[in-house]
Every structure is written in C-alpha cells, then in structure tokens.
Nanobody, 121 residues
C-alpha cells in the first residue's frame, strides 16, 4: 500500500501562488499515475490535475488550465502541483491519490490526508 503525504497548503491572497507536494514514503511514485483532487465545503470532490506514469503526460480540469502545473521529481519521489493566479473558488482541501487505471480512469488507490488551500484577501 502506497502511503502518500500532501503538504504546502495555506492561506494566500487572490492572484497568489502555492506549490503543493505529494510525497510517498513506502513505494516508488513514478510507477503510478498520480492525480490531484480537491473538495470544497458542501461540494463534490473534483478532479484537478493528473500526471501519467512513464511518459508523464498531464491532464487538467478546464477551470485550472493555464494556471496550475503538475510535475514529478522522481529523485524526490514526489509529485507537485504548482498553482498560480489563485482565485477564491480554488479554496478547498487538496488531495493526491494514485490512479490505478491511468489518469482519471475512475479507480483510485491510496490517498493522502489532504492539505487545506484558502484563497482570501
């Protein structure tokens, strides 16, 4: 079982930036497609971004295209979500998870505990 830990959340003003990290302690992450998801209070969980294993192809939900970038650092066994031009509607708890059937294939495996991102002035 892969154990994932997210970090990097916090309070940021609109237009600001954050970098979220998803680090594995028990397995090699580059074997897995890794997705970032978010859930805001009272809303359903939403796919945000995903990076495939192997070729590292990336996918983004429309609302974050051009603002968020997902990347891997295999030496650090981590996947990152770089978030720029943040908006109040990006406020949510952000989670990373393994995508067992490839990016957004509908079958996630291990989840981290989540990290809170709050965008507010």
């Amino acid at each position: 079982q892969v154990q994932l830990v997210e970090s990097g959340g916090g309070l940021v003003q609109p237009g600001g930036s954050l970098r979220l990290s998803c680090t594995a302690s028990s397995a090699t992450l580059d074997y897995y497609a890794i997705g970032w998801f978010r859930q805001a209070p009272g809303k359903e969980r939403e796919d945000v971004a995903c990076i495939s294993s192997g070729d590292g192809e990336t996918y983004y939900t429309d609302s974050v295209k051009g603002r968020f970038t997902i990347s891997r650092d295999n030496a650090e066994n981590s996947v990152y979500l770089h978030m720029n031009s943040l908006k109040p509607e990006d406020t949510a708890v952000y989670y990373c998870a393994t995508d067992l059937l490839g990016c957004w294939g509908g079958a996630t495996g291990s989840w981290g505990q989540g990290t809170q991102v709050t965008v507010s002035s």
